[in-house]
């Protein structure tokens, strides 16, 4: 009998491992292909765009959409938070006690951040090193980045940006290739990470 639990607990034990090891492996995949993705498609739209002042009016548009988004979203969030009241069931001593840790970690938060101002956040946006940018995944140098070789590539004569752009066309259809394969298995892979 106890030869029978301990296989059962062994089992029990691989399948939990196999299925961290899923969960953790999309998580991955995921994020291996958030940079690359960013990067050619915003070089092969910003590159086959023919007027630069139209990606003038797309920015202002996705910009638009980005705020309109996120103020839904806060709405959204706000509107649950007063309707639902998530801590109301905690006990004042319980709330006392959570709020008197979190404070003390907070504080210290606060006091090692050092806000940047509005023009360092300005400067920021220009990347020092493109490969460090692209490594640490610092997604707005990224983009700044990108949309400045997509615009530079519909400056040039067509036939020299040709090879470039057949390159980002070619990598983004092994990307979009690589998400429809992922949607495909994130059933399986999200009930792995539950």
Known sequence: IMEGKGVIAFLFGAASHLNHSI????????RLIAVPIVVVSL????GQLNDVRSL???????????????AMAISIGLVFANFLQPGRFVSKTVR???????????QGKIDS?????FWENIVNIVPTNPFSAIVEGNMIQVV???LCVGILLSRIPK???KSILDLSEAVNSVLIALVN????????????LM
Do not use: E, N
């Not at 070089?43 to 910003?46: D, E, P, S, Y």
């Not at 003038?56 to 996120?70: C, D, E, P, S, V």
């Not at 006392?96 to 907070?106: C, E, I, N, R």
């Open 181 to 192: 394969f992922l949607m495909k298995i994130s059933p399986i892979a999200v009930f792995c």
């Open 23 to 30: 969960g953790q492996i999309f998580l991955r995949a995921l």
């Open 113 to 117: 951040a050092i806000s940047p101002g």
């Open 144 to 146: 700044f980045l990108s």
């Open 56 to 70: 003038g009016r797309i920015g202002f548009k996705t910009t638009a959409i980005y705020l309109f988004t996120t």
């Open 43 to 46: 070089i092969l739209g910003a």
């Open 96 to 106: 006392d006690s959570l709020a008197l840790k979190g404070s003390s970690l907070a």
């Open 159 to 161: 036939r020299q940006a």
